[in-house]
């Protein structure tokens, strides 16, 4: 396999991975591919973006498939703190989703839009935007620099 074809399979997993409850980050990856200039920089800001989409819709399916658990002992959130991310996800509607791209909560925001049954296509939308939308700062940053 060539250099270029790793570089982008090994972005589209990195941004994949991070966008799953995993503790993974794809910036740094995004950047250094940047960097080295061998590759597209249209090309690299759609396979991250696509990786990390396709990331959250995993959390999406998670959600609609986790809640059957939801009472079991070993269930790995509190019903409080179940109970608070749903309030809070119900009082903000779908529109949450433009925060999926944040550190830390933006995990749990797709997983949770999952619990709550979000539409598909209205959940696609948001997190598309919202990864986007992060990849394209990132550049801009690593540009303007």
Same mark, same amino acid.
């Given at each position: 396999?060539?250099?270029?074809?790793?570089?982008?399979?090994?972005?589209? @997993?990195?941004?994949?991975? =991070? #966008?799953? @409850?995993?503790?993974?980050?794809?910036? =740094?990856?995004?950047?250094?591919?940047?960097?080295?200039?061998?590759?597209?920089?249209?090309?690299?800001?759609?396979?991250?973006?696509?990786?990390?989409?396709?990331?959250?819709?995993?959390?999406?399916?998670?959600?609609?498939?986790?809640?059957?658990?939801?009472?079991?002992?070993?269930? /790995?959130?509190?019903?409080?703190?179940?109970?608070? =991310?749903?309030?809070?996800? #119900?009082?903000?509607?779908?529109?949450? +989703? +433009? @925060?999926?791209? +944040? /550190? &830390?909560?933006?995990?749990?925001?797709?997983? &949770?839009?999952?619990?709550?049954?979000?539409?598909?296509?209205?959940?696609?939308?948001?997190?598309?935007?919202?990864?986007?939308?992060?990849?394209?700062?990132i550049y801009l940053a690593y540009s303007a620099y």
């Amino acid at each position: 396999m060539n250099e270029i074809l790793i570089g982008y399979l090994s972005l589209f @997993l990195s941004a994949f991975g =991070a #966008a799953t @409850l995993l503790p993974l980050q794809s910036e =740094a990856l995004l950047i250094a591919l940047l960097i080295s200039e061998k590759y597209s920089t249209v090309l690299l800001l759609m396979i991250a973006t696509f990786g990390n989409v396709l990331g959250a819709c995993v959390n999406w399916l998670l959600g609609i498939k986790i809640e059957t658990y939801r009472y079991r002992k070993w269930f /790995p959130i509190s019903e409080q703190k179940l109970d608070q =991310a749903q309030n809070l996800y #119900a009082k903000y509607g779908s529109p949450i +989703l +433009l @925060l999926s791209w +944040l /550190p &830390i909560i933006g995990d749990p925001i797709t997983l &949770i839009s999952g619990i709550l049954k979000e539409n598909f296509f209205r959940f696609l939308c948001f997190v598309a935007v919202a990864k986007f939308l992060r990849y394209l700062v990132i550049y801009l940053a690593y540009s303007a620099y």
